[in-house]
């Protein structure tokens, strides 16, 4: 008689799911989603390229010693990040559809895209 066990357990792991599912919800400070962040280290973005979803926010850490700056390129649509200090971290808002590309005033070299659906 090992089925009804085998039922019996599937039927919890299910509902654990479900649980750890309801841990992970929406959460008033990130918008209902999971925030994003990009790295500044060592004079680039990490990762230079994301995906993210219309509306939704991207942290920018600077772990570098000097100020960077996030910029959008003539074409792109967000709020420029302004200097972002050694070991501080800006966040910015993605609210317009389609590919977001950025640079740092200080360094040029330093480039990145957010692509926003
Ligand atoms: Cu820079």
Same mark, same amino acid.
């Given at each position: ?6 039922? +019996?357990?599937?039927?919890? +792991?299910? +509902?654990?799911?479900?649980?750890? %599912? ?7 400070? %990130?918008?209902?989603? &999971?925030? &994003? %962040?990009?790295?500044?280290?060592? $004079? #680039? /973005? ?9 509306? #939704?926010? @991207?942290? $920018? ?16 649509? $967000? @709020? ?13 808002? $993605?609210? *317009?559809?389609?590919? #977001?590309?950025? *640079?740092?005033? /200080?360094?040029? *070299? ?5 692509? @926003?659906?």
């Amino acid at each position: 008689m090992r089925m009804p066990l085998t039922l +019996l357990t599937g039927a919890y +792991l299910g +509902l654990a799911a479900i649980s750890m %599912t309801g841990s992970a919800a929406p959460n008033k400070a %990130t918008g209902g989603r &999971i925030p &994003i %962040t990009v790295t500044i280290d060592a $004079f #680039q /973005f990490q990762p230079d390229k994301i995906r993210i979803k219309r509306g #939704q926010s @991207v942290i $920018f850490i600077n772990k570098d010693e000097v100020p960077h700056t996030v910029t959008p390129d003539k074409n792109a649509h $967000f @709020v420029p990040s302004g200097i972002i200090k050694g070991g501080e971290k800006h966040e910015v808002l $993605f609210d *317009s559809a389609g590919v #977001q590309n950025y *640079s740092c005033d /200080f360094h040029p *070299s330093m480039r990145g895209r957010v692509i @926003v659906k």
